[in-house]
């Protein structure tokens, strides 16, 4: 009882918090801007914290997150292992692979008109596809361990990518390209100096939806088949084993990969596009 | 229209690249089913052939390069022969007056386009209730906006086996629910986002203009802000639902789902039957390509009755 009627009262007083701060003078400043949702989070685990307590679930359906945390801080070295072999290793080689592919592909197809007429219809089509079901398909091919997973990832990610550079390199207007003209600029000149240049919010934006595809692809992949460590074969496994805490843990390792690698391709976006109107301000 | 042939011929080539790829694919589980025939196969056995590279095998074996054209199991079917496998599992079960059958993909469409559609309902008045909500509540908008980007960068995979576990220990009976659960939660954002986008479009002067004829809130919101959203509204629509679709596939397979078309893709990894994985992707990339299109007639249908140019 005292952890629903605690929980209540963090609550309401996190609301109030969030209310007063949110409509006062220093709205705008950067720490309160950032505090609001803090608080917020903050509540959400208090919340999921007195529910689990206060209700006495077992801990084989939802642990408390004091109870992960605590894990999560004991099978630090499982955990690393399986970021090196899912992330490291799967997401990140498949994303730079997958990622170069299709830059290079966009630079290609952006040559000729009529593929490219051709090609962003179906490449609009495929990225909106389930993908992720060739995963089976690859993992028989490639093997068990992370080449199959970097397969899945380059699959994935692709065609988000090749669709927006694509859309991105037919950014500039023919004013623009005249002026490369006046200037005597060949056609790779202007595509350094102008047209990759001006592609590149469009470009940082595939690779942003990227970055979710990439894990959720080398994840994916591992539920058919894959050694005997790596994040996606613990959550399967730790499903069936009822060890839900080390899942939990293995969820808060994925979600703090997924947002940091979602956070260095924007700060990388922040320096390449500075000088976009989206930037500024 | 004009991009018919352009779309066609990229089609085609698709098609023709995919269809001879085959070959390399296939050339050594051919050359072992050719060997076993009692065909002569160089070199023989089909330990000295793994170090051989597939080129040379299919140069040095020319005759035995069709037999991977006509596998029980393929690495790689061909493009005919996924055909097959999706009219005889689909038009010939029809026919056969068998549609609801467990070995149907009508029946197995049927389930995932249910999950699909009950998770994009009510990840759609997830979308537009929040975006309301922060449109018209700073609080809102500051504490649940960032949360809500957050969201989409945790991998869902990682989550779904245990929203599929949980929501069976509180006594929720088949996979309908979470899988629903799932594709909500994919498809929420985007519906959130240009919602948001499209209640704040209308401009200051059409708000004062309002204004000036005394409204009030409610009346600001159905007259002015909420037609304006609906051609953003429908833009995330389109991307909605094919989240949707992705998200009820991935609740389908991982642990031990037994229809629906992500059940039969782990099915048919289990069984080692590819023909039965490749059609039940076709089949996905139809129903995805069918919903979208749905909604893109929609789409205009009603921008054109609302008197927008389109």
Known sequence: MIWIVGMMAFWAAAWCINVWLANSAHAEKRAVRIAVPVLFGV???????GLVRGFGVSQVILPPPSQVIVVFAQSMDILWIDFVQTVLKGALRGFLIGATAAFVAALLID???????GLLPIGNFVAALPIVGVAPILVNWFGFDWHSKAAVVVVMVFFPILVNTVQGLRETDAMQRDLMRTYAAGYFQTLAKLRIPAAM????????IATTLALIGAIVA??????TRGMGFRISTGVGSLSIDLVWAEIFVSALVGSAFYGVVTWIEKRVTF???SQRG | MKNAVPVLSVLAVIVAAWWLAVAPMNIRPALDIAERGGAVVVPEGSVPRRDVSVWKLMLDNPGQVAVGYDLKRPRLPTPSQVGEELWKTTGAMVAKGRTWSKRSLVYHAWVTLQSTLWGFMLGTTIGILGAVAIVYSRVMDMSVMPWAIISQTVPIVALAPMIIVVSNQIGIDGRGVPKA?????????????????????????????LKTY???????FFKLRLPASVPFLFTAL???IAAALVGTIVGELPTGAISGLGARILIGDQFGTPLAIWSALICAAILAGALVTLIDVLQRITLRRMGFHT
């Not at chain 1, 591992?222 to 050694?227: D, K, L, N, T």
């Not at chain 2, 005394?214 to 600001?220: A, K, P």
Request: proline share 7%; aromatic share 16%.
């Open chain 2, 238 to 240: 389109k991307v909605g």
């Open chain 1, 275 to 277: 000088w976009h109107p």
């Open chain 1, 201 to 208: 919010p469009f470009v940082f934006n595939g690779l942003k």
């Open chain 1, 222 to 227: 591992e539920y058919f088949g894959s050694p």
């Open chain 2, 181 to 209: 659960i799932i594709s909500a939660y994919l498809c929420f954002f985007p519906v959130l986002v240009s919602m948001v986008k499209g209640l704040r479009s209308p401009t200051a002067q059409q708000l004062d203009l």
């Open chain 1, 43 to 49: 509540t959400i685990l208090v919340l999921w914290e």
């Open chain 2, 214 to 220: 005394n409204t009030n809130g409610f009346q600001s």
């Open chain 1, 111 to 117: 040559r000729s008109a009529f593929l490219t007429r």
